[in-house]
């Protein structure tokens, strides 16, 4: 799941490190989060200032209480009005071999799947893909997932370093990545 919050250009992104500062370790014991990555994305090294957490999540019930279920959510809807939030079916997930370290960055790359080509042929491609990603020594964990409304793979990768035209990560809170199995979802 993710929602991006495109600021101005000219929006003090301290603003956007205190608020994760400070309510970021409210997510740490969350139930049912596998992780959240609070990513943002600023103008002096990409086209705009953003915020644009990412999660996966060990269960959708967890899912659903964070967005609708009174809290968590409703800080964003408070201060940003209600995005759009964008989620997708899980596929699978893969622990790198900096697991355990400090995220520092994420990367997501969104593929189409053309109509004619198989979804589950695609997908067994994306799945071998993201072994190869998460082989990189400096991957904490990688995840591919499925878009059914429009047909969509995700390719999301946390690293304990810098990676070009990516995401700096503020925070990681993640009360349930030990219960994220790896490999296919299903």
């Not at 609070?38 to 209480?65: I, K």
């Not at 946390?158 to 349930?176: D, I």
């Amino acid at each position: 799941m993710q929602y991006e919050i495109t600021l101005p250009a000219d929006y003090d992104m301290g603003i956007i490190r205190r608020r994760v500062a400070d309510k970021g370790p409210l997510l740490d014991n969350f139930p049912g989060l596998g992780l959240k990555a609070y990513c943002v994305r600023e103008r002096d090294s990409s086209p705009v200032n953003q915020y644009a957490p990412f999660y996966l999540w060990h269960n959708t019930s967890g899912m659903s209480r964070f967005l609708v279920g009174g809290s968590g959510f409703r800080g964003i809807i408070d201060s940003f009005g209600r995005t759009v939030v964008r989620h997708w079916v899980g596929a699978g997930f893969q622990r790198g071999p900096a697991f355990g370290a400090k995220a520092v960055a994420a990367s997501k790359q969104l593929t189409a799947i053309p109509a004619e080509a198989d979804p589950e042929a695609v997908t067994e491609l994306a799945l071998a893909e993201l072994r190869a990603r998460t082989s990189d020594p400096a991957v904490l964990c990688g995840a591919v997932a499925i878009d059914p409304s429009s047909w969509e793979l995700v390719h999301f990768t946390l690293c304990a370093e810098p990676v070009e035209s990516g995401y700096q990560v503020l925070h990681l809170s993640c009360p349930e990545l030990a219960e994220l199995a790896e490999g296919r979802s299903w």
